[in-house]
Every structure is written in C-alpha cells, then in structure tokens.
C-alpha cells in the first residue's frame, strides 16, 4: 500500500473539477503540465489563465523531499520557522554523505562513524516534527521517492536539482532551494514564475543499443545546458508510450542538465505497472478512475505546434548511442566513428580507465539488469574487462532484488566494486586519489547526469563522458573512447575475436521486487517531547542566525570576484570532501567560489584584496572585507549557478557579506535562492557591460530605495582612475520577493508573520 493514499485521493478528487475550471478559463485543451499546475493553486479552484513565462504563481505542492546534504541547512531553517510539525508529508533521505571508496559494507560503516552527528541530527528533526527519514543506505532519494511516493498528476518540491526525476511516474516535481521547502513545510504558498512549456514528440521505438538515456542526450545537445531555463518540458507520442516507467524517469532526471524547471510523461500503462510492481496497487487504481486528467488533452498532441512554445521531435528509430561530454552534458557524440575523430582532435584521451553504472539517473533494476547482461557476455565469451566497473544500487529495493536474482553477482565476477545505494561518484563522493589536483589525465565513462571538471573524483583533469549503463559497460569491458559495440571486435583471452550482442533486460523482475529492510523510520504521532540538540562546538553543524537586511543604501561596495566562463553551484560550493560541512554555515563558507575562475588573471580562488593590493584566496578575501564592514558585489557570466541546488552557494555568499550578483544570465533555482536569502541577484542590462568591470571596481547602488518589480536599477561603477561608468540593470523580484530582501531573508518574513 501506498504512503499518503489519503492526500493522494483528495488530489484526485480535486484534480477533476479544477482542470475542467482551468481549460474553460484558458479557453483551449489544456497539456498535462497545465493540468497539474492549475490543479495545485493555492488558492484552489483556478479562477484566472496565467501567461507563460511571466505570472509569478502561488502553489501547494503535495510533498516536499530533501536529501542529507541540503537537509541540514533546510530543517536548520524550518527550526526558526516556530511550526511544530511539517504541514505536508515530508522525507528525509541519507545518500549524500557517503564516500565509495572500498564497497558497500565498509563505505556505509564509515560513512555511520564519520557523519553520525549529522545522521542523528537529521534523525531527530524528522522525528520531532512529523518526517519520514530513510537511513544511510536506504537509497538515493531520487529511485526512493519513484519507488514510494511519486504518484501521476502530483506536484511535489525537493531540496535536489533531480526532484525532477520523478517526473517519469507523471509528476510535476521541481528542485529547490532549502527555503522554498521550508515555505511549504510551514504551511505556505510556493511560488514560482509560470512555466513556459517545451513538448518533445517521440516517435519510433528504441532498440538494439539505443536506451532512454539517447533521449535526453540528445535532448541536451539540441536545447543546450540553458536551452530549457523557464520552462516545463513535456514528453508524449508513440515512442513515449514504449518506454518503461524508469527509462522515463531516467530523461526527466537529466532535465535538470538543459536547465528545465521540470521534465514529464503522460499516465501509461507503463506507469499502472510500475506502481502495481511496487505494492501500490491503490494508486493505480485510483489514477485509472481519472485516467484523461492524467495526460494532455488529446487536441494537444494532435497538434503540439498550437500549445506548446516549442516542439522537438525526436524518431527513436533512428536515434544512435550517445557519449555527452566531457566537461558539459550537452556537449554530444555518436559512438564509434564520430567519437574517434572527435576525441583524437580534442586529444581526449583514449584509454578508459573506469566505467560507472548507478546514481540516481540510471540505477534502477531495468538499468542494472541490461548492463549486467553485457557483463555476463564478457564472462562468457572470454573478454577480460579494460577498465574498472563500480556499481551504485538506486535503492535497498533494487540492490536486494537485483542480489536475489543474480544480476549483482555477475559484476562482481568481473570484479566490479559495488559501493553503497547512495550518491558516491555521482556527486564527487569518490576516493579515488589521494592527491586529486595533481591526479593525470585520464578518461571515464558513467552513466549519471553530470560531468563539470572535477565533478566525479576532485582531479581536473579527468574527462567524464556520460552515457547509457549498456554503453558504459560496453565501453569499460573495451577499455576504449572510442569503442563501437555495434561494429568493432575484441579479442578474447584464447586470441578470437568476438563481438558483444545487443542488451537484453527486464522492465521490471519477473519475481517481483523483494527487500528484507528497506531502512525506513515513521515518526512518532506527538514530537513535543523530542530534543534536538546541536553542539556549541560542533564542526558539522551549527544553529543560524537570521541575515540583517542589506538596506536600500549600498555604497563603496568592492569587486569580490569577477567570474570567467562557466560558474556552476559546484564553483560556488563545492560538493566532495566540504560535503561534511553542509549543516555549519560558517565553516562551509571557506570554500565559497574558491573554483570560479578569476577573469583578470584566469585562476581560481585569487583574487586581488582592494584593502591590501595583495592576492589571495577568495573567502579569505571577503572575510577581510567583512571584517571592515565593507560589503562586496559578484560579476558573472551566462547562466550563472547552473547544477545543482545547493542554496549553500546563495546562503555563503551572503553570510561572508556578498550584497549583490551581477550576472548575464541566471539559472533559475539559484536565482530564487539569492532572492530568498535578501541577496540582489542582478543582470546586466547591457551584456557587453560585463566587459567594463575593472579589477578594483567599487559599486555605489543610485536607486535602490526605488526597488519595485519591472524597473531597472543603476549602479555607479567607480574605477580607480576616477572614471566612472553607470551600468543598468534589470531583475527579476515581485513585490513579495522585494519583501524577503527589505526583511533580510523571506524565513524573516515567515517568522515575522508565525509570531502574528
């Protein structure tokens, strides 16, 4: 049986009435990412039609999870909140703060010995305020939530960029900041700029060695990491309707890689039986009863080019295994021959030396079993294996099953490390080297979603290529970039060559999905009597202090950082080792973009200190700054804290005194993070304004006590010849957000409306 089934019903019940208000409103067929927006307003039943990409929109999502690196600072926030328990069913999942380094028992043992402050911290909150937790090696919260709590036609936030995964079971599931969950765990409208809407028709069937994973690789390389900013991307046709409910899942996770606020499928049959093999038979039942509010309307499909503001189309039949990569997820190859051509001139290099199967983009039992099956014909016709293979289970569920039917034991007789049901690799949790800045080149191929430099094991100089977890094993068993599985040949250890056969899989086990202990903890009915306690001198976490507001007076304010090129949240916070400082704002605050490149000298973490001329790293620059009472502005290029969203890379920042970000464009959720944290997140008016930023700039802000919602602002740029340039600059804030920054925070403003 299903959690929630309650909250789930009364959805249903809702969802009937209010799309047929919201298609009448609007006045056409109505896509499924509309009904599902319109059917979750605030303020209920939908009385007005919202204009893509420019209404900011109140909503209630059904439930809110948040993974244990982003929870930390999430509940920290939520304990100022003065509410006694979450207002929405909440989860907590544990996989972020375990390393792969020797395999699942040992990783997980250490992982319990080094992390159980913030593992019985996080245990605690959940319990004393009505939250679900899933223990450290549960599962990763992605594979956990689609096994569990993803239903069709639901609405649902998480503190991780890949809530979006959930999307392959029909939700409409974002990734947001710790501060939007604690606006809807307290009980409070979520707000969000009404998505634009991007529809991918899929015709064809995949086959051979072509998997979902194709799909959004490809995807990627058309619209690009920022190509779907601001907008839904919604999946239908034939090809949609012949892929399984995991592979679905898989092309929404990556969303997240093309910037979308969220990815989605249609209610399918592939889905009744995912939610029917996963003992929720009740869902099911019930999304059948209102099986066309489930999906778009039929008109919609019919004519995609009339409701969508942009329609791709994608013939499966015809689409070729992919390599992305390295160091972009949209940067896209063909296997075989585009790849050697490519990789020679790029001087990538050739040699593979680990091939990665899991995460949460492609860990399901679907994805271990075709893998596995390219991993039994390398025992079976002799091959030895080039490269190294690690394993990451999505969940318990799938790691118990897979063990049960042999799929797991294949791997391992080829030696493969299976490491825990968490994260590992997938999010720089990987001890591969000792010393990874001084690590060599070298080239990996996996099958998560990311690939940014230094991203899977800390060395930059590591070429990451992303691909499906049949290419990747095909791949690591050849040891080569640049291996065909299709064409080329292997030579087996009796001298013979051999090819490798085309995958083969299950959708789902054909002795149903078993787990003995899936690690799961229901809280107690009354926490009242629950403490949670936090060392004074704890290293790992620590209670916050509210932000004091900026003001509308920002004079003298010196240059921190004028960042080159690409700035990610891993530039700006990064994961890895500083993971274990995710619930201790001031002491994470030391690696606050110490991996952003400096423009005027084209290094990291050094930058010029205007108080002393002298260079040195950046959070100890701003921490001198700070000291002074002298408040600092960040500079940046295009799509400015794309990747993950870790509100640490706005909370850090603000924290050491960062006033403003002044970029050419923003990714949206760190966007709204700035905003949330009373910060000024900023563009230039003017892109090519960006060129006049000098390296001992200071910034004089003429008319913020003008701030208000569609009116540009103006900064005096003060240089150090006494040449003045006054650049515009446009934003994105509402009323209701110049709020939270004229409170210092929008948890101030929660706070200060609860004491009401």
């Not at 009435?17 to 209920?44: F, M, N, Q």
């Not at 999942?93 to 390393?99: A, G, K, P, R, S």
């Not at 309707?241 to 899942?249: A, D, E, F, I, V």
């Not at 110049?738 to 409170?743: H, P």
Request: with cysteine; glycine share 8%.
């Amino acid at each position: 049986m299903a959690f929630d089934i309650d909250m789930i019903k009364k959805v249903y019940a809702n969802m009937t009435e209010r799309v047929d208000a919201a298609r009448a409103i609007v006045g056409k067929p109505l896509t499924l990412s509309e009904k599902i927006l319109y059917a979750h307003l605030w303020d209920g039943k939908p009385t007005k039609a919202f204009t893509r990409g420019k209404d900011y929109v109140d909503f209630a999502p059904d439930r809110v999870a948040c993974q244990d690196a982003t929870a930390q600072m999430a509940l920290l926030q939520f304990m100022q909140a003065g509410k006694p328990k979450v207002a929405v069913p909440t989860t907590v999942h544990c996989d972020h703060l375990i390393q792969a380094k020797d395999g699942a028992a040992t990783d997980l043992k250490h992982a319990n010995n080094t992390s159980s402050e913030v593992f019985n911290f996080l245990e605690s909150v959940s319990n004393k305020y009505g939250i679900g937790f899933w223990k450290p090696g549960a599962g990763i919260i992605h594979q956990v939530v689609l096994e569990n709590y993803a239903f069709p036609g639901g609405m649902m936030i998480g503190t991780d960029s890949h809530t979006v995964n959930a999307g392959g079971l029909g939700m409409v599931a974002i990734g947001v900041g710790g501060a939007d969950a604690v606006d809807v765990m307290a009980g409070m409208a979520w707000e969000l700029k009404f998505p634009k809407l991007i529809g991918v028709r899929l015709t064809g069937k995949l086959s051979g060695w072509t998997a979902p994973k194709d799909v959004i690789l490809k995807v990627a390389e058309i619209l690009t990491v920022k190509g779907g900013t601001g907008a839904i991307v919604e999946y239908f046709g034939p090809g949609a309707l012949s892929m399984s409910c995991t592979g679905k899942g898989t092309i929404c996770n990556m969303g997240a890689e093309i910037g979308a606020t969220t990815s989605t499928f249609g209610y399918d049959d592939s889905m009744e039986r995912y939610l029917r093999a996963t003992d929720r038979s009740d869902v099911a039942d019930e999304a059948n009863k209102i099986r066309k509010y489930l999906t778009a309307d039929a008109e919609v499909y019919a004519n995609p080019e009339q409701y969508f503001d942009q329609v791709i189309d994608i013939n499966l039949s015809e689409l070729s295994p992919l390599l992305n990569g390295p160091f972009t997820p949209d940067l896209s190859t063909t296997v075989g021959t585009e790849m050697t051509e490519k990789a020679k001139a790029n001087d990538w290099p050739m040699q593979v030396e680990w091939g990665l199967i899991g995460s949460c983009t492609n860990s399901s039992y679907e994805d271990l079993s075709r893998a596995s099956s390219i991993a039994q014909q390398a025992l079976d016709k002799g091959l030895k294996t080039k490269a190294e293979f690690g394993i990451n289970p999505g969940s318990e569920q799938v790691r118990y099953t897979a063990e049960r039917d042999g799929i797991l034991q294949v791997f391992e007789k080829l030696d493969a490390k299976i490491f825990t049901n968490a994260c590992g690799p997938c999010i720089g949790q990987w001890a591969r080297y000792s010393d990874p800045k001084n690590a060599p080149k070298n080239s990996i191929v996996h099958s998560f979603n990311r690939n940014f430099a230094k991203r899977a094991d800390g060395n930059p100089n590591t070429h990451a290529f992303v691909a499906s977890p049949e290419i990747t094993a095909a791949i690591a068993i050849a040891g080569r970039l640049d291996f065909n599985p299709m064409t080329d040949t292997l030579i087996n250890e009796n001298g013979e060559e051999v090819m490798l056969d085309e995958p083969t899989g299950w959708e789902l086990p054909p002795k149903g999905f078993d787990v003995k202990e899936n690690g799961y903890l229901e809280p107690v009915a009354d926490g009242s009597g629950v403490e949670v306690t936090v060392k004074p001198d704890s290293e790992r976490l620590q209670l916050l202090t509210p932000f004091e507001p900026i003001g509308d007076s920002i004079k003298g304010a010196k240059l921190l950082i004028k960042a080159f090129g690409k700035c990610t949240t891993d530039h700006i916070s990064m994961a890895g080792p500083w993971l274990r400082f995710r619930g201790h704002l001031d002491n994470i605050a030391n690696n606050t973009l110490i991996g952003a490149v400096n423009a005027f000298n084209k290094k990291t973490n050094f930058v010029k200190n205007q108080l002393t001329g002298e260079y040195g790293g950046v959070p100890d620059t701003q921490r001198a700054y700070k000291k002074n009472g002298i408040l600092s502005v960040v500079v940046g290029d295009h799509n400015y804290g794309e990747g993950s969203s870790r509100e640490h890379a706005a909370m850090q920042p603000r924290h050491l005194g960062v006033a403003a970000v002044i970029v050419k464009s923003f990714a949206r959720i760190h966007e709204t993070n700035l905003k949330k944290q009373g910060m000024l997140g900023l563009t230039f008016a003017n892109e090519v304004d960006y060129d006049l930023i000098q390296e001992d700039d200071t910034f004089n802000f003429l008319d913020l006590n003008e701030f208000a919602p569609d009116k540009q602002l103006h900064v005096e740029v003060v240089h150090t010849d006494g040449s003045k340039d006054v650049i515009a600059l446009n934003h994105t804030y509402n009323d209701a957000q110049i709020e939270w920054y004229k409170e210092g925070s929008a948890l101030n403003l929660i706070k200060k409306q609860n004491a009401k």
